[in-house]
């Protein structure tokens, strides 16, 4: 049997507990990386570990870390020193939404998100990257959303723009780190099935997504990591959405606003 391409390289996966997070995680495993599994969620993980490992015989690591504490990345980056380990593949991932319009939101909920959303993401990043750099090869892939590229409806009000960040700190590292060997790549999903619209209370809003506009968290997977290898700063995973986001170029903003005004009242809590 011939090798496989992630044999003798490490992947570090954050919210790999559920969703898309998970589906990197397998098929990250599946390409033969040992993987790294962060989350809150310990029994969640050590289920996940216990299972690529049996399926695909590769070493697969848990570290539990809550990324809203401001030391988790420190955190993470030293138990994987300690643990002898070279991360070649970084997955940023962990995420959720927060309801309701910008001020009914107590701040404290609104640094937290800042934290995981924006700060862990970019802490991680600067924590792993170098030692990617001296090695002459890395990938770091950040899970953004097409939020972050139509124009901002009400409500979850930092979410687009945590999203937008997201994108352009990738756009900026993958310019910086390409020539370099590291690849940087923005994924951008829409609707994906996963527990995000339970966590973040719009569950009972979902009804109304047209089915063409639901993504697997695994075909997710898939684009992003093809896009990473093929060197791409943002892709956006899905035929409707690439459409969409075409769309969106080329009609006048006052009606893309009119339009994304309207879809936010349909699956947004203000
Ligand atoms: N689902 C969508 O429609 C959609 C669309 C576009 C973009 N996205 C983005 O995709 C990413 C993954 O979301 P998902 O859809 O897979 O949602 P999900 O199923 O709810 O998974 C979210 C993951 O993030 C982890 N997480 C949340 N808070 C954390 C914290 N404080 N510390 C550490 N880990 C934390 C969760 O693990 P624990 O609870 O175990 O900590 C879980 O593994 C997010 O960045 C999200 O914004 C989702």
């Known amino acids: ?70 030391a988790a990345s420190a955190q993470i980056a030293e138990a994987v020193r300690a643990q002898g380990l070279h991360i ?36 991680l990043t600067y924590r792993l990257l170098p030692p990617m750099l001296e090695r002459g090869w890395g990938r770091v892939i950040n899970i953004a959303s097409v939020a972050g590229m ?3 409806p009400a409500g ?39 527990e995000f619209h339970d966590v973040t209370g719009t569950r009972d809003k979902m009804g109304s997504v047209p089915a063409m506009l639901w993504l697997n968290a695994n075909d997710v997977a898939r684009e992003g990591y093809d896009a990473v290898m093929r060197g791409d700063s943002v892709v956006v995973t899905g035929r409707a959405y690439q459409f ?12 893309v606003k009119a339009v994304s005004a309207s879809a936010g009242r349909r699956y947004r809590k203000v």
């Open 1 to 70: 049997m011939g090798m496989k391409e992630g044999e003798g390289r490490t992947a570090l996966v954050t919210g790999a507990s559920s969703g898309i997070g998970k589906a990197f995680a397998e098929l990250l495993a599946a390409k033969g990386y040992a993987v790294v599994l962060t989350a809150r969620r310990r029994d969640r993980l050590d289920e996940l570990a216990g299972q690529l490992a049996a399926q695909h015989q590769v070493v697969a690591h848990v570290i539990v870390a809550d990324l809203a504490e401001p």
């Open 88 to 123: 070649d593949v970084l997955v940023n991932n962990a995420g959720y939404g927060v309801p309701g319009s910008y001020v009914n939101v107590p701040w404290t909920d609104h640094q937290r998100f800042i934290q995981i959303m924006m700060t862990a993401v970019c802490d």
């Open 150 to 152: 139509v124009p901002a």
């Open 156 to 194: 979850h009000t930092l979410y687009g723009a945590s999203k937008a960040f997201v994108i352009r700190f990738s756009e900026a590292l993958a310019a910086e780190n390409g020539p370099r060997g590291v690849n940087v790549t923005a994924v951008c999903p829409g609707f994906t099935d996963s």
């Open 244 to 255: 969409l986001v075409w769309l969106i170029g080329v009609v006048p903003r006052s009606i």
